[in-house]
């Protein structure tokens, strides 16, 4: 979408720098940027290479995982994701994204999910990386899955979290943090869970060009900042295209999560950033 391509159709033009300017602009320091697939995971570290800021990880999301057996070599298509860390190790600083998605498992069955979960937890021990998780209405598996390699597991945060409490719980218990975005605040009962996560275990994303708080969203009262955007038919180099998730809106998360928690907002944006320096970047703590 940061090239002006929407569903296979050229809308604009490509205006990653642009967005990447309204990041910087409004105070961000470093930018992650997640990886679905081998592919994604080259084309993710490519991108971080172009700027100090950016950072990039590895691995297969769930809904991919039948690339695995697709590539026709399995644990080769493994080690591309694990030499690809260890040979940029300057950038690369999560395992994932990888999980389990129960949502959508048109893409990918449920038993091949887990088979390539596990593979890619084994990376873990051997890359001393962070994981970057998704769970998507598949909680017990999840949850047993990573309890049973709990042994071999580094830390981690199991990403646009949309469970309830006690999913919450059986995370916390993992010692896993737990990452709030839009797509996390869509409901009155998103929003109780949200309340019930320690503020030392909580970060903020935006999962972006996906998961924008929506004007449906319960969360949407509680947003302050607001960003001037067009149609992407309308693109203009100054604003945000509607629709389209960009980095610069993580304020928006923070503004919702200050006032259902009731939190000091300051306090709460230094106690998620340490949170997150400690998990992907300790050396710099």
Request: glycine residues 4%; contains cysteine.
């Amino acid at each position: 979408m940061y090239q002006g391509v929407y569903h296979g159709s050229q809308k604009h033009q490509p205006d990653l720098d642009k967005v990447l300017e309204r990041s910087w602009k409004n105070n961000l320091s470093k930018i992650i940027i997640t990886a679905g697939n081998v592919e994604e995971s080259k084309k993710a570290l490519e991108i971080a290479r172009t700027d100090g800021k950016l950072y990039s990880t590895v691995g297969c999301h769930p809904t991919r995982c039948n690339e695995f057996e697709e590539s026709g070599n399995p644990e080769e298509y493994l080690k591309s994701l694990s030499d690809l860390a260890l040979n940029n190790k300057d950038k690369i600083v999560a395992i994932g994204e990888m999980g389990l998605d129960y949502d959508r498992l048109n893409f990918c069955p449920k038993e091949t999910q887990k088979k390539y979960f596990e593979l890619q937890l084994s990376l873990c021990s051997t890359l001393k990386l962070p994981m970057f998780l998704h769970c998507r209405n598949a909680s017990d598996d999840f949850v047993r899955i990573l309890r049973k390699h709990k042994n071999e597991l580094t830390p981690g945060v199991v990403h646009s979290f949309d469970g309830n409490p006690e999913d919450a719980n059986s995370i916390l218990q993992l010692g896993l943090y737990i990452g709030v975005n839009g797509c996390s605040l869509k409901t009155e009962e998103n929003l109780f869970a949200i309340t019930t996560i320690p503020s030392d275990r909580l970060m903020i994303e935006t999962d972006c060009p996906w998961c924008e708080i929506r004007p449906t969203h319960a969360s949407a009262n509680d947003v302050i900042t607001h960003f001037p955007s067009v149609k992407k038919e309308k693109w203009q180099a100054d604003q945000m295209v509607k629709g389209r998730n960009e980095p610069c809106t993580i304020v928006q998360i923070l503004e919702v999560l200050a006032r259902i928690r009731d939190e000091e907002e300051e306090y709460l944006c230094n106690q998620i950033y340490k949170n997150t320096m400690k998990l992907f970047f300790p050396y710099e703590l």
